[in-house]
């Protein structure tokens, strides 16, 4: 017991980790010992988890636009930084006071952002202040995501990895998705507005508890920007076996919003006007496109268009009516649903899974869940379900931290570290 204890100490790691794919802006700070790529024995102590989001901005617009997102994760990242380092304990101002003369890294870190003019603005001051905080490793998403909101949060771990001499570990963000499922359940309580969960004491992974993660698992990871079924032999071993070929879940949850003119993000509205309507026989129907296909692809850009031209039929005071909207929220939840359900369990009994793991902001989705729960103790009574609690479902740095953790053999170095907006999984 005692040599178990000590090795465990032993390899206690404490990662700060960015993530800024889209429209997000969070950073953690996980200490986290333990674990293999089996999962097993991995313990973590959430000591920050700050996220801003942009959604209140977005809005406005209907969607995300790149080069605004990128802008805002420039003017918060710094703030949220601070936050994040100032609940994990680690935010030291310098003592004795910052010498004025310029450091001989300025330089190198105006090259490095060149394009990120506001977050230099915002990080210079940022370095004369504070100390070198207590942490081993950056991590940070490079990709998949929108590639200027990418390059911003790489950026940022770049200079802080050239400045302060730390490490960098770049993850994948769809694998983020799925490895967030290793934190427990309901663990960790969220505030309303910029969102901030701690819990630091020490918890442990699933693979600890009654739900062990056993591979291998079929993940299935729906956000705004993909639709994938994934395969996951072992942590950090995956194959994509299908996605989708045109919009994401996510994204069609969005346009069906737009469309019903309802607000952006859609995915919560569309969930929430959902629950004002029971399905009949003789309600409305929208397609199912591929469902019955022999694969593990998905396409929803058809349900977007029947949704479009359904629309456009109904004369303008329909349109508004609030008992039609709710009914086409609820036929378009129940499509997409229904699609995502018949694919996941269809990949599971074909690998014969042992797990099946719900990751992405669409499993942010009630229906989704309860829906994709009935069916597996339906149809797989033997198989386990992990879902995210639903401040993971959305994008986190928590995630990011988790990730970076299970990789951090595998560190780069700052100079070579590029964001790639189309990184793959498998
Ligand atoms: O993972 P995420 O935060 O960002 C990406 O990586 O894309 O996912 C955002 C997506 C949006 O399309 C949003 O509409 C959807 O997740 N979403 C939901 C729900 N909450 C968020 N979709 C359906 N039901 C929800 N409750
Ligand atoms: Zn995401």
Redesign the pocket.
């Known amino acids: 017991m005692g040599g178990k204890h000590s090795n465990m100490q032993k390899n206690k790691v404490t990662i700060l980790a960015i993530e800024t ?4 802006t969070g950073i953690a700070i996980l200490s986290a010992q333990g674990g293999s790529a089996s999962g097993g024995e991995a313990n973590f102590k959430v000591l920050s988890n700050i996220i801003s989001s942009q959604i209140e901005i977005h809005k406005q617009y209907g969607g995300v636009f790149p080069a605004m997102a990128k802008r805002e994760h420039q003017r918060n990242l710094v703030p949220v930084l601070i936050q994040a380092l100032e609940e994990a304990d680690l935010l030291k101002a310098q003592n004795p006071k910052p010498k004025t003369q310029p450091n001989p890294k300025s330089q190198t870190i105006k090259n490095i952002l060149e394009r990120e003019p506001e977050l230099l603005k915002k990080i210079v001051p940022f370095f004369k202040k504070y100390e070198k905080p207590d942490v081993d490793f950056i991590t940070v998403t490079n990709g998949p ?1 929108l590639e200027p909101c990418l390059w911003v949060g790489v950026n940022l771990a770049r200079i802080i990895s050239y400045f302060w001499n730390i490490p960098i570990i770049a993850t994948n ?1 769809i694998e983020s ?1 799925i490895l967030v499922n290793l934190l427990p359940l309901s663990v960790i309580p969220a505030k309303a507005g910029i969102q901030s969960s701690t819990h630091k004491t020490w918890i442990p992974s699933q693979a600890e508890n009654d739900n062990k993660v056993k591979f291998p698992a079929i993940s299935l990871v ?5 639709t994938q079924i994934i395969l996951v032999k072992k942590i950090g071993s995956y194959e994509i076996l299908g996605e989708t070929r045109d919009d ?4 069609c ?2 346009k069906a ?1 737009k469309i019903l003119g309802l607000d ?5 509205i ?2 929430k006007l959902a629950e004002k309507f029971v399905l009949s026989p003789t309600s409305h129907k929208l397609p199912r496109p591929m469902m019955n296909t022999k694969d593990y692809d998905f396409s929803f850009s058809g349900l977007k268009t029947a949704i479009l031209y359904h629309h456009q039929k109904q004369n303008k005071k329909t349109q508004k009516d609030k008992q039609y909207i709710a009914e086409m929220c609820a036929e378009i ?1 129940q499509a997409i649903i229904d699609v995502l359900i018949k694919k996941t369990v269809q990949a599971a009994k074909d690998y014969n899974a042992k797990t099946i793991i719900l990751g ?3 499993s ?3 229906e ?1 869940k309860t829906q994709l729960l009935i069916k597996i103790h339906q149809d797989l009574p033997n198989i386990e379900f992990l879902f995210p609690q639903i401040d993971h ?3 986190n740095g928590l995630m990011t931290a988790i990730t970076g953790y299970f990789h951090k053999k595998e560190t780069t170095n700052w100079q070579d570290l590029k964001a790639d907006a189309n990184l793959r999984i498998g």
């Open positions: 794919s889209c429209d997000d995501g963000h998705h729906v956000s705004g920007g993909h994401a879940a996510g994204e949850f969005d919003a952006y993000p859609g995915g919560p569309i969930s939840q992405g902001g669409v942010a989705n009630h989704l479902s959305t994008d």
